[in-house]
């Protein structure tokens, strides 16, 4: 069940579309997504969720401000009438993207499984292919408001990413849509990169991620005409016998996707996918890319130097997505 306290806002350390970062009256740091609940003050007496810290999860040991006790009201301005958070008490109204029929005209989509192979991806696709257009579509897997991707906020802001799709509950984005297929049907855009925000969602059985999205992503690529490429998620510093080497994630989605789809792997690892089309594309240096960009990128607390073929790996799927 959730938790909640009241508190006092005593200071705003970060300020951007959709998003504040604040800190309480007892030095906890909390979040604001004023796109549901508007802005807070320095001073404002507010109530915030405390659910996900009082469980030790991952959420970036911040609390969740709920509601703004300093104020009797607050609305924004009404966006459309397609719903999301649906039937609970953060509803909100939006406008989303109507389909095209007309299909992807093989056009490259990279799907990925895990938050922080989205640079990976965009950051090899666009060494390659320097003035494309790159969408990055987030699905509601993960953390349902955009805002709180610090890394997508770091993208837009060095161009690797040029426009923003949130689909199902997820929101937020540059536009919204009601589905992947939809987003989908609806972007021009050289590469899409579906994948869900910061959050991934997994026990230890194989079926109970939220990665396993991916397998209908890519059916749904196939339907509308598209290319569909896999990112796999590789690690060789991972804990986890399940996440060591191609991860059990990755080769779930696969063992679950019915069409038959692309899969890049640097020249020089092995890797064996059965029932796929795995193509070996020249390694290509992501972590000193996304460096040249200013871009800092660590998966599971783990960074270029500890876990080097994560990005590697990842960033295959972008260079395949580059070769016509």
């Known amino acids: 069940m959730p938790s909640f306290r009241t508190a006092t806002i005593s200071g705003v350390l970060v300020e951007r579309r959709g998003l504040q970062r604040v800190v309480l009256d007892d030095g906890a740091s909390a979040y604001v997504l004023t796109e549901l609940i508007g802005p807070v003050a320095v001073g404002d007496r507010v109530v915030v969720n405390t659910t996900a810290v009082n469980l030790g999860l991952g959420t970036g040991g911040s609390h969740v401000v709920h509601w703004n006790l300093a104020r009797e009201g607050w609305s924004a301005p009404a966006a459309g009438h397609i719903m999301k958070l649906r039937y609970t008490s953060l509803q909100l109204e939006t406008d989303p993207l109507e389909p095209r029929d007309g299909g992807l005209a093989g056009r490259p989509v990279v799907a990925?499984?895990?938050?922080?192979?989205?640079p990976c991806v965009a950051a090899a696709f666009k060494q390659a292919r320097p003035d494309a257009r790159v969408a990055y579509v987030m699905t509601d897997g993960g953390a349902l408001p955009i805002a709180l991707s610090d890394l997508v906020h770091s993208m837009c802001a060095v161009g690797l990413i040029d426009r923003t799709v949130t689909a199902g509950n997820a929101f937020g984005g540059d536009e919204e849509a009601t589905t992947v297929a939809a987003a989908l049907s609806a972007v021009d855009a050289d590469l899409m990169i579906v994948g869900m925000g910061p959050g991934v969602v997994g026990m230890g059985h194989p079926l109970a991620t939220t990665a396993l999205e991916v397998a209908a992503v890519l059916d749904t690529v196939d339907f509308l005409g598209g290319r569909p490429?896999?990112?796999?998620?590789?690690?060789?510093?991972?804990?986890?016998?399940?996440?060591r080497g191609v991860s059990h994630h990755s080769l779930t989605v696969l063992e679950l996707t019915r069409s038959v789809v692309d899969v890049g792997v640097p020249i020089?690892?092995?890797?064996?996918?059965?029932?796929?089309?795995?193509?070996?594309?020249?390694?290509?240096?992501?972590?000193?890319?996304?460096?040249g960009l200013g871009l800092r990128v660590t998966s599971m607390g783990r960074g270029p130097e500890d876990d080097p073929l994560f990005y590697a790996v990842a960033g295959a799927a972008g260079t395949l997505a580059s070769l016509v």
Do not use: W
């Not at 490429?229 to 996440?243: E, G, K, N, P, V």
């Not at 064996?272 to 240096?285: F, K, M, Q, S």
């Open 112 to 118: 990925c499984t895990v938050h922080s192979q989205v």
């Open 268 to 291: 020089g690892v092995d890797i064996e996918i059965e029932g796929h089309r795995v193509t070996a594309v020249p390694d290509v240096d992501v972590p000193a890319l996304l460096e």
């Open 229 to 243: 490429i896999a990112a796999l998620r590789y690690s060789d510093a991972d804990a986890r016998d399940r996440h």
